[in-house]
């Protein structure tokens, strides 16, 4: 099991997704692509659910910012 937490299922493409729409010169089709090359992703490899490992000690949670 230490191997899929090397290599989590699908994670390039949800990577790939996550840094198109974090990209300044933003391009929706391209980002449209990846979101469907994620889903087909998920699809294939009969994923339930996502979770994200714990984060860098220092690191702000968007959650843990004051407005």
Do not use: T
């Not at 990577?15 to 692509?33: H, I």
């Not at 889903?39 to 910012?65: H, M, T, W, Y």
């Amino acid at each position: 099991m230490e191997q899929s937490r090397a290599n989590p299922i699908c994670a390039q493409e949800a990577l790939d997704l996550l840094n198109c729409v974090a990209d300044p010169s933003f391009d929706q089709d391209k980002c449209l692509r990846l979101l469907h090359s994620l889903r087909e992703c998920v699809l294939n490899k009969k994923v339930k659910k996502f979770s994200i490992a714990d984060q860098e000690p220092g690191e702000v949670k968007p959650s843990d910012k004051k407005a």
